[in-house]
């Protein structure tokens, strides 16, 4: 099946720090890669869809300018967690579509910000 | 407002008997249902899709079935084996709601446990 590739798959940063997540599909061109949340026994929640070369659609009280997301090619989006708080704290994954494929998932990361 | 739901939190079996995951959807425009498996801290694994023009796919041990009436959908493994044990979420999408997008939504997932 398709490969997305998350990095890192855990991080522990400072609180104030900039965190940046990259998700790379690596044997296909994802025009649409989409960033997800979750928290502890909760189900994936959709923060934002990423567009290759224009900017990210974000869904209802997800902060833009905390969440920066780029799209600059179409195998690679990055997240960037800006100042992050503690409350920042979860377990963010990428995923990509590939045709009508569906989506495949990238492996998760863990951040941690104390 | 949780459109797709998983009301069942857990799941206890023993091995080589059948598991069945329930899920339920509020939002008639979904018109595509994905279950995913998910160890913890990995990502979602995709396991088995259906359309809503069909009321029955199978893959393996695993088959979804769709009552589009009631809005509810199972997944069922059989013969269930202890590396099944995983969270299984349930999730749905709009598929012709324009657009290139895939925006999935997912309920909050069932524990599933196999018992050697």
């Known amino acids: 099946g398709a490969v997305v590739s998350q990095h890192p798959s855990w991080v522990i940063c400072k609180s104030g720090t900039s965190v940046k997540i990259e998700c790379r599909s690596l044997?296909?061109?994802?025009?649409?890669m989409f960033w997800y949340r979750q928290f502890p026994k909760q189900s994936l929640m959709l923060m934002a869809t990423s567009n290759e070369g224009s900017k990210a659609t974000y869904e209802q009280g997800v902060e833009k300018d905390k969440f920066l997301i780029n799209h600059a090619s179409l195998t690679l989006s990055t997240l960037t967690v800006t100042s992050a708080h503690p409350e920042d704290s979860s377990f963010y994954i990428c995923?990509?579509?590939?045709?009508?494929?569906?989506?495949?998932f990238g492996q998760g990361t863990r951040l941690t910000v104390v | 407002d949780q459109q797709v739901k998983q009301n069942s939190p857990s799941l206890s079996v023993q091995e080589g008997r059948i598991s069945i995951l329930n899920c339920d959807y509020t939002?008639?425009?979904?018109?595509?249902f994905l279950w995913y498996k998910k160890y913890p801290a990995e990502g979602p694994t995709f396991l088995i899709s259906i359309s809503s023009i069909k009321d029955k796919n199978e893959d393996g041990r695993f088959t979804v079935f769709l009552n589009k009436s009631a809005k509810h959908l199972s997944l069922h493994i059989v013969p269930s084996q202890p590396g099944d044990s995983a969270v299984y979420f349930c999730a749905a999408s709009a598929r012709n709601s324009g657009g290139s997008n895939y925006k999935l939504t997912f309920g909050k997932g069932t524990l599933l446990t196999v018992n050697p």
């Open positions: 044997d296909f061109q994802a025009t649409t």
């Open positions: 939002n008639s425009m979904f018109d595509y």
């Open positions: 995923s990509a579509r590939r045709g009508v494929s569906g989506a495949f």
